[in-house]
C-alpha cells in the first residue's frame, strides 16, 4: 500500500489493520512472565522441602536418639533401659512404674528397696549357674513362690499277692510315706563398680553385674550343697551320716570302703569302684553320675580293669562329659581329697537323690554411699537344697 492510500484510508476513519508481529511479541513477553513465576514457586517448594529432610536427618542422627518405628525390635527393652538407669544413676522412677512380666517376676519392687533384675539379666545369671561345676547340673530344681519346699516319698513299695479264684485275698502291705521339707536361704552377693566405669555409655554394665553376681552365687552354691549344713544355708548331701551298705535307714547315706585308709587298695583298686556301681539300686543306676574333684580325678583315670583297660574314657564330643564305666564324671572341686576316712567319690541318681528349690526372682539394691567413691549392689536370691532320696546316693569312703 503507498503512502497516499494510507493517508486516504486514515481521512475516511477506516482503521488500520494490526501488525501481527506486535502481537507475537506481546504474547510471547506474557508466556515467558509467567513460566518465570512458575518456575521461581517450584524452586521455593523445592527448597523448602530441602529445608524439612534436612531437619529430619539432623535429628534423626542426633546421638542417643531412638530408632523411628512402630514397634520396638525387642520387647523387653523398655525394662531393660529402666533398670540400666536404676543401675547406672540409681534413678528408680521407671522401675516404680513398669509392669513386669509375671512368669518371670512378680513384683517390680520389694518392700525392702530392692529391685527385681530384668528378666534377661536373671537368665544369663541362671544359665551361668546351670553350667559351673556344680551338683546343680544334675539335681532335681524346683521354682517355688514359698519360703519352704515339701517333697513327699514313698519308702515301702506296697504289698502284692498272687490271687486264685476261690481263695480269699489277705490285706496287703501300705506304703510309708516320709514328707521332706527344704526351706528356702537367702543368698547373697556384693560386688562393687566405680561411679566413674557406671557413667561411660560404652560399659555393659548389665553384663557385668549378671557376670560378677553368677560367679559369686555358684561359688557359694556349689559349696553348700555338697558340704552345707543347713544353718542359714542349704544341707549338703556329705553332712548326713554314713554307714556301711545294706546298714543303712533313712537319714544315712550308704558307703562302701577301700579297705585302706587314705588310698586305693594294692590290689585290684578297680574293683571298689565296681562294688560302689552295683551298691546302688538298679532303678537308679540308668541315671546315675560320678561326683569327685580334680585331685580325685587324676587318681581315678589311672585305675585299669583286670585285662588292662582304663575304667576312665573321656567324653568323645566337645561339651560331653567323662565317663567312668560308662557313667558321666562331674567335677565338683568341693568334694573332699583322698584322705583317711574322706567319702571322696559319690555315685548316685542325683535328679532323685538332692533338690534345690529356689524363688524365680533375683534382686538387687544399689548402694552409693557405703564404699565411696564405688557403689555396691547387694544382690540377693533365695534357694535352699537337701536330699530327697538317701537310696539314691552312695558313696565310696577311704577307710577300713
Same mark, same amino acid.
Given at each position: ?224 550343697? !555338697?558340704?552345707? @549344713? ?7 548331701? &556329705?553332712? %548326713?551320716? #554314713?554307714?556301711? $551298705? +545294706? ?116 534382686? !538387687?539394691?544399689? @548402694? ?7 557403689? &555396691?549392689? %547387694?544382690? #540377693?536370691?533365695? $534357694? +535352699? ?16
Amino acid at each position: 500500500m503507498t503512502e497516499t492510500e494510507s493517508k486516504a484510508r486514515a481521512g475516511t476513519g477506516v482503521p488500520a489493520q494490526a501488525d501481527p508481529a506486535a502481537e507475537v511479541k506481546t504474547a510471547l513477553a506474557g508466556f515467558v512472565s509467567d513460566l518465570k513465576a512458575f518456575q521461581a514457586d517450584v524452586t521455593s517448594r523445592l527448597q523448602k522441602q530441602e529445608e524439612r529432610l534436612t531437619m529430619m536427618d539432623r535429628k534423626s542422627l542426633k546421638p542417643g536418639r531412638p530408632v523411628l518405628a512402630t514397634a520396638s525390635e525387642n520387647p523387653a527393652a523398655p525394662h531393660q533401659k529402666a533398670f540400666e538407669a536404676y543401675v547406672r544413676s540409681g534413678d528408680d522412677a521407671a522401675l516404680r512404674g513398669l509392669e513386669l512380666d509375671g512368669k518371670a517376676m512378680s513384683t517390680a519392687v520389694a518392700s525392702d528397696g530392692g529391685y527385681l533384675v530384668d528378666p534377661q539379666t536373671s537368665e544369663t545369671i541362671r544359665s551361668v549357674l546351670n553350667a559351673t561345676a556344680s551338683i546343680r547340673k544334675i539335681a532335681s530344681v524346683v521354682n517355688v513362690e514359698a519360703t519352704s519346699y515339701d517333697v513327699l516319698i514313698d519308702l515301702a513299695d506296697t504289698g502284692a499277692g498272687w490271687a486264685t479264684e476261690t481263695g480269699a485275698t489277705g490285706e496287703t502291705g501300705t506304703p510309708t510315706i516320709e514328707r521332706i521339707s527344704i526351706p528356702l536361704y537367702e543368698l547373697s552377693a556384693m560386688p562393687k563398680v566405680s561411679q566413674r566405669l557406671l557413667d561411660d555409655s560404652a560399659f555393659d554394665v548389665e553384663g557385668w553385674l549378671a557376670g560378677r553376681i553368677a560367679e559369686k552365687f555358684a561359688r557359694a552354691e556349689a559349696a553348700a550343697f !555338697v558340704n552345707g @549344713d543347713g544353718v542359714d544355708k542349704p544341707k549338703g548331701f &556329705l553332712s %548326713y551320716p #554314713t554307714v556301711p $551298705v +545294706g546298714s543303712e535307714t533313712w537319714g544315712q547315706i550308704g558307703h562302701v570302703a577301700t579297705g585302706v585308709a587314705g588310698d586305693f587298695p594294692a590290689t585290684d583298686p578297680a574293683d571298689v569302684i565296681v562294688d560302689l556301681v552295683y551298691a546302688l539300686g538298679a532303678q537308679y543306676r540308668a541315671n546315675a553320675s560320678f561326683v569327685m574333684n580334680s585331685k580325685t580325678a587324676g587318681a581315678v583315670r589311672k585305675l585299669k580293669d583286670a585285662d588292662g583297660r582304663f575304667l576312665w574314657s573321656d567324653g568323645l564330643a566337645a561339651g560331653e562329659p567323662a565317663r567312668l564305666m560308662g557313667y558321666p564324671v562331674l567335677i565338683c572341686e568341693d568334694m573332699p581329697d583322698i584322705a583317711a576316712d574322706a567319702p571322696a567319690i559319690a555315685f548316685g541318681d542325683f535328679a532323685a537323690g538332692y533338690t534345690i528349690a529356689e524363688r524365680p526372682d533375683l534382686r !538387687v539394691l544399689r @548402694d552409693p554411699f557405703s564404699a565411696k567413691p564405688h557403689v &555396691l549392689f %547387694y544382690a #540377693t536370691k533365695r $534357694v +535352699g537344697g537337701d536330699v530327697s532320696d538317701f537310696n539314691a546316693i552312695k558313696v565310696l569312703k577311704f577307710s577300713f
